[in-house]
């Protein structure tokens, strides 16, 4: 099946700092990422959805200055958390679309990172 | 073998059917359990949580099999509306909490 990577798994950072999270699809291409955000004991949220080559597309009350999005190729996206803060502390989980034959779009999701900031 | 493995489907059924969906975790640290229902290009959306005692909601049933190390989904009197990708999610607890996703199982229900 397909397998989607990110690193790091963990992170624990100082409040201002910025934290750069790389999602990779390992043996697909990946045309389109997702990537969401969980808080303890909630669902998954989506942030925003990213397709190669082309500016991400931001969900509502999602700041695009502050959650950074590249999608520089069909097998990695990276989201950088600019100048985070304790509030930003979350669990952090991208989502690749790869194509199944005769299926609409499937996504896998990547094992998440977590994210503690001081 | 992944941690979390789910049968992709898809499971095509008719309205009205019941359809069952299995999951299989491999961790015995896995702590937490939960359904999630995924439309077409949308985030997953939390379907339920797993409990050994069983859960039920309206025509949605949960099991989970800590012997065996599995999780089942129950649908009965399917509608066209119940079509998704449903997610099986672990919870380990290692030290620290690890959330896996499986796959997905896909659900077509037809008229």
């Known amino acids: 099946g397909a397998v989607v990577s990110q690193h790091p798994s963990w992170v624990i950072c100082k409040s201002g700092t910025s934290v750069k999270i790389e999602c990779r699809s390992l043996d697909f291409q990946a045309t389109t990422m997702f990537w969401y955000r969980q808080f303890p004991k909630q669902s998954l949220m989506l942030m925003a959805t990213?397709?190669?080559?082309?500016?991400?597309?931001?969900e509502q009350g999602v700041e695009k200055d502050k959650f950074l999005i590249n999608h520089a190729s069909l097998t990695l996206s990276t989201l950088t958390v600019t100048s985070a803060h304790p509030e930003d502390s979350s669990f952090y989980i991208c989502?690749?679309?790869?194509?199944?034959?005769?299926?609409?779009?499937?996504?896998?999701f990547g094992p998440g990172t977590r994210l503690t900031v001081l | 073998r992944k941690e979390v493995e789910q049968d992709p489907g898809p499971f095509n059924v008719p309205e009205g059917a019941t359809v069952a969906f299995n999951c299989t975790y491999s961790n015995s640290a896995s702590q937490s359990f939960f359904w999630y229902r995924q439309d077409c290009r949308k985030e997953p959306k939390l379907l339920m949580s797993v409990y050994s005692s069983g859960n039920e909601d309206g025509r949605f049933t949960a099991q989970l099999n800590r012997a065996s190390q599995y999780i089942s989904l129950l649908i009965r009197d399917s509608k066209l509306s119940d079509s998704a990708t449903y997610l099986c999610?672990?919870?380990?607890?290692?030290?620290?909490?690890?959330?896996?996703f499986g796959a997905g199982t896909r659900l077509f229900v037809k008229a």
């Open positions: 990213s397709n190669e080559g082309s500016k991400a597309t931001y």
């Open positions: 989502s690749a679309e790869g194509k199944r034959e005769a299926f609409t779009d499937t996504q896998y």
């Open positions: 999610v672990v919870i380990l607890n290692t030290g620290g909490f690890k959330t896996i």
